[in-house]
């Protein structure tokens, strides 16, 4: 485990650097645009916008990386969002915002796969879960971390965009001078809704819920903080936690839901979610970062917990299909929650940020529990729980161990017997 660490030590590095600086900046953006007085809908289309450039990307990526190799890609999408970033600074206009949004959410998507596919290369099937994990902690770290760097110069500025860019390019050093090989292929994705629906149909509907939950506490946390008159600090703050809450609870979490069945662990964090969601519309703003530890813990981990319960119904389908399907989903509810939360936002005040989260939250326990009710799990659990992010790519599939094929039969004696 550890020569398989020290292996691919550079790629950590950069992904360290890549997160912290892309951390920082989602953080940002939804800052600077309340500072503009930009409209919560303005902002929730920015939101929107990046998450459609992410899902494009998702797609299209894969042919740039066959056609130029991943380190010649990662440079040119590093370059790119970091001129992205930077290009932010130079004009207040609402159209070159959303289009610079929307580059990024393509240049970020990218890079996770670049690095994704890359550690699936040269992780050995036997530590594949290990790397998986220490992958997962440093990316949540590092985003929180992103988070805690709004207090190192004034909102106002440039600083801070430049902070972003330059945290992007230095990610690009430890990449381009590895000596590791470059993986031969570049996973695909591929996506078919009635394959994901007939798979189980609890874990796309969670993974929808899951995107339109964390899009929004990415894309309109910040700019709620500001709103009902938070200090940087303590903004900063709450999301950090927010994150760091998610990081505590998804292991755990996963653990218990080997042993029970998937959909009443999703359901319930569901639920508790909602809950803390509309307690924290109507607390007082000083315990906000606390509440958002907790809600952060009740969210963040509802995609990892749909891939799992996902792949318990896989039988002789790809996982790595099935995770993209269920990528797809999470994407798609990234991109229409930001949109709908800005409007409510708009209409009723500051409080609807949490309230809509509730509302989700609510709506998708009641699916998954009407899923309960009208059918039982068609079978026990074989693959165990792996950790995984709310923001990743498809290469991130390929480097789980589920999607081994020899590691999932030696795991599902009902595919022996077939």
Not at 129 to 155: D, E, K, S
């Amino acid at each position: 485990m550890i020569s398989s660490v020290i292996r691919v030590s550079t790629l950590l590095i950069g992904v360290a650097f890549l997160l912290t600086g892309h951390g920082l900046q989602l953080a940002l953006i939804p800052l600077r645009a309340e500072l503009f007085e930009w409209s919560s809908l303005a902002l929730g289309v920015l939101g929107s916008a990046y998450f459609a450039g992410f899902l494009l990307g998702c797609f299209s990526i894969p042919r740039l990386v066959s056609r130029i190799g991943h380190v010649r890609c990662f440079a040119t999408l590093s370059a790119l969002l970091t001129a992205s970033i930077l290009a932010l600074a130079l004009l207040e206009t609402f159209a070159l915002w959303f289009v610079l949004r929307f580059i990024a959410g393509i240049a970020i998507s990218g890079l996770y796969l670049v690095i994704e596919s890359w550690l699936n290369e040269m992780a050995e099937n036997d530590v594949r879960g290990g790397v998986l994990g220490i992958y997962t902690a440093i990316v949540l770290v590092a985003l929180a971390i992103g988070q805690l760097l709004l207090n190192v110069a004034p909102l106002e500025g440039d600083k801070l965009f430049i902070i972003a860019a330059s945290l992007i390019a230095l990610a690009g050093i430890p990449i381009c001078v590895t000596r590791a090989a470059q993986p031969v292929q570049i996973p695909s994705a591929t996506f078919s809704p009635l394959l994901i629906v007939d798979t189980s149909r609890a874990a796309a509907v969670s993974a929808l819920i899951a995107g339109m939950v964390t899009s929004v506490y990415y894309a309109m946390g910040p700019a709620w903080g500001l709103q009902v008159g938070m200090e940087i600090r303590d903004i900063s703050s709450m999301m950090a936690l927010g994150i760091i809450g998610g990081a505590v609870t998804l292991l755990p979490l996963g653990r218990f839901s080997d042993r029970r069945d998937r959909r009443l662990v999703i359901l319930t964090i569901m639920l508790l979610g909602a809950v803390f969601a509309v307690f924290a519309a109507f607390a007082p703003v000083t315990i906000a970062p606390y509440l958002m530890f907790v809600f952060g813990g009740c969210i963040m981990p509802i995609q990892a917990l749909s891939l799992a319960h996902a792949s318990d119904n896989i039988e002789n389908r790809s996982f790595l299909e099935v995770g993209t399907g269920l990528l797809v989903m999470n994407a798609s509810g990234a991109i229409v929650g930001p949109l709908v939360a800005a409007l409510a936002m708009q209409s009723f005040g500051s409080r609807a940020f949490f309230l809509f989260n509730a509302v989700v939250l609510a709506f998708g326990g009641l699916l998954v529990l009407v899923m309960i009710r009208s059918r039982n799990p068609t079978r026990e659990h074989f693959a165990k729980f792996q950790v995984m992010t709310t923001a990743t790519a498809q290469g991130a599939l390929q480097l789980d161990p589920r999607t081994d094929p020899e590691t999932q039969q030696e795991q599902d004696p009902l595919q022996q017997n077939q």
